[in-house]
């Protein structure tokens, strides 16, 4: 993969736009009760950030660490928690944050891992893209920003072999 072959495909400006919308959405949703938001490092960085600026509810946030790539373009099929270490979350309205729905299989991991856990007062799922074509397992989430179709794309967190997070656009 090299930045010259790659199009852009969601610029800065259409993100922080779509961005903003979905911060509405879940502002409505929530209607200013307390959410835990827990992003998943290290795609959802970038998301994250742009994300909770707005949000108009108290807002604690966790990272955790999961990875399901060994640095090629294929996921391995297994989640691997690097670190997944968080607060008691009994009762407590829950956001995961992602980058990517791909296989699912990292979101079922982790919506698996949560209500196995704790008894969570609510559990929604937020992700910047879903790529429903490539889903293994029946997860969906529950609110995205943008539909990715099956190719491998980068930017705005999402990396290849850890290069291309810091590109402020989506790009494929
Ligand atoms: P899943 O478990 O297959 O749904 O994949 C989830 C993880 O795979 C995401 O959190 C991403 O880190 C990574 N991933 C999936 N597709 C892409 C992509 O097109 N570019 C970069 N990372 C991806
Ligand atoms: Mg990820």
């Known amino acids: 993969m090299k930045i010259e072959d790659l199009n852009v495909l969601f610029s800065e400006e259409q993100i922080q736009n779509r961005i903003a919308e979905v911060g509405k959405e879940l502002n409505n949703l929530y209607k200013g009760e307390e959410v835990i938001a827990i992003s998943v490092l290290k795609g959802a960085v970038m998301f994250t950030a742009d994300l909770i600026k707005h949000l108009n509810m108290p807002v604690k946030l966790e990272f955790i660490r999961l990875s399901s790539y060994e640095g090629g373009t294929v996921t391995s099929g297994k989640v691997n928690a690097v670190d997944i270490k968080l607060p008691d979350l009994?009762?407590?309205?829950?956001?995961?944050?992602?980058?990517?729905?791909?296989?699912?299989?990292?979101?079922?991991?982790?919506?698996?891992?949560?209500?196995?856990?704790?008894?969570?007062?609510?559990?929604?799922?937020?992700?910047?893209?879903?790529?429903?074509?490539?889903?293994?397992?029946?997860?969906?989430?529950?609110?995205?920003?943008?539909?990715?179709?099956?190719?491998?794309?980068?930017?705005?967190?999402?990396?290849?072999?850890?290069l291309y997070r810091n590109l402020p656009y989506i790009a494929g």
């Open 90 to 162: 009994n009762e407590k309205n829950v956001l995961i944050i992602e980058d990517i729905v791909d296989t699912g299989l990292t979101a079922q991991f982790l919506i698996n891992f949560i209500n196995m856990n704790f008894h969570v007062k609510s559990l929604k799922f937020c992700s910047l893209l879903d790529k429903k074509t490539t889903r293994k397992v029946d997860v969906k989430p529950d609110y995205y920003c943008f539909d990715v179709g099956d190719q491998f794309v980068v930017g705005y967190g999402l990396d290849y072999d850890q």
